[in-house]
């Protein structure tokens, strides 16, 4: 899962690849996305100072006896 972060003070729409689907990010809010959907666009948009990309932290639950 990849992490993306909207670095500006208003909502961004990016597409996703191989898909018809978009992704919004509110101002300066996160979205999780598979790696595979990283678009050129989301990747541009991230060397522009756009969006923030990192890997996601995810957590899994965790057993209790």
Not at 24 to 45: C, F
């Amino acid at each position: 899962m990849v992490e993306i972060k909207n670095l500006k003070f208003q909502p961004l729409t990016l597409h996703l690849a191989n898909s018809k689907r978009s992704v919004h990010l509110p101002s300066r809010g996160t979205a999780e996305i598979e790696e595979g959907e990283v678009s050129q666009e989301i990747r541009r948009a991230a060397e522009r100072g756009f969006v923030a990309l990192r890997e996601a932290k995810t957590t899994t639950p965790t057993e209790r006896s």
